[in-house]
């Protein structure tokens, strides 16, 4: 359980990612003075946010299963994996706004190496944890390359090798 509940904090990491790209979308609106003045990729990304909360309370309200263990003595849903969707949604569409913002080529090659190994290891980490199916992992996964894939070409923007 030790895993799980480190794998369970640092789920609040990319919380931190939307909550800065919000702040980031909130202070070009008001410098700029019209939402249509906002880049593309910020209000694409705000959209995605939106998508993927939608995605997590469809699942939380129509469970297609359940975790193998009780946590805290109940049954909670457990397809896809919550914390694997948010990581693999979050991370990646970071990196892209990360990689086009971050001019000093050291700088943002480290961060996006550690944001990539962050990613593996939470996704890694659900999975050792016990606290899923592995179906529920894959699917987690599965769900957030469809809607990554979907902000990508929404947004116009691209991941660039650094």
């Not at 609040?12 to 909130?26: D, N, R, T």
């Not at 297609?64 to 569409?93: H, K, Q, W």
């Not at 050792?128 to 929404?154: K, P, R």
Request: aromatic share 12%; net charge positive; glycine share 6%.
């Amino acid at each position: 359980m030790t895993v799980y509940m480190i794998t369970d904090w640092l789920g609040l990491v990319p919380l931190c990612f939307v909550l800065s790209f919000a702040i980031l979308g909130l202070v070009q609106l008001i410098r700029r003075r019209s939402f249509f003045q906002v880049d593309r990729s910020i209000l694409a990304l705000g959209g995605f946010y939106i998508l993927v909360m939608a995605a997590y309370l469809f699942f939380e309200r129509f469970a297609v299963n359940y975790r193998p263990v009780l946590i805290d003595g109940f049954l909670e849903a457990s397809y896809p994996s919550s914390t694997t969707m948010l990581v693999m949604c979050m991370i990646p569409t970071a990196m892209v706004q990360l990689n086009i913002r971050i001019r000093n080529k050291m700088i943002r090659k480290v961060i996006l190496r550690v944001l990539a190994a962050f990613t593996a290891f939470m996704v890694v980490g659900r999975l050792v944890s016990g606290v899923h199916w592995v179906t529920d992992i894959i699917g987690g996964v599965l769900l957030s390359a469809g809607l990554v894939m979907l902000y990508y070409s929404v947004s116009g923007l691209s991941f660039k090798e650094v």
